[in-house]
């Protein structure tokens, strides 16, 4: 039961990690003509410490032999390399969604292909940080 309040809860902060993030990612967007895969590094790096933070503090139990600063270097090196990886299917994603060529998903193609990759992210994320705060 422990682990699915926490689970609740962590989606919870996640959501505001993501809202933060995709702002950050669309504002950089509206005002800088970037690759979309720099923007999202940028954006994820900031919405994961605020989640880091705050789940450390409201949802996790911090246990293990290591201190939360050390965790943060862990948890960060994890986030990048995941980002890293996810950023590189932002424009697959992007070109998938052009081609259905309507004006809609065009107009909105990199803020879209960032929705649908949220899920996988989240969910592999709760895993980590569970393991990262509460075993290590």
Do not use: C, H
Not at 39 to 58: A, D, E, P, Q, W
């Amino acid at each position: 039961m422990k682990t699915v309040k926490q689970m609740l809860k962590f989606f919870g902060v996640s959501v505001l990690g993501w809202l933060i993030d995709f702002s950050i990612y669309n504002l950089i967007i509206f005002l800088f003509d970037m690759n979309i895969s720099v923007i999202n590094v940028i954006s994820s790096l900031i919405g994961v410490t605020f989640i880091f933070i705050f789940s450390t503090r409201k949802i996790f139990e911090s246990s293990g032999k290591y201190s939360i600063r050390t965790k943060y270097v862990i948890y960060i090196v994890y986030q990048i390399i995941l980002i890293l990886s996810v950023s590189r299917l932002l424009p697959v994603f992007r070109e998938y969604l052009l081609s259905f060529d309507i004006s809609f998903i065009m107009n909105y193609s990199n803020a879209i292909a960032k929705v649908m990759i949220t899920p996988i992210t989240a969910s592999i994320n709760f895993i980590v940080m569970k393991f990262v705060i509460e075993k290590l």
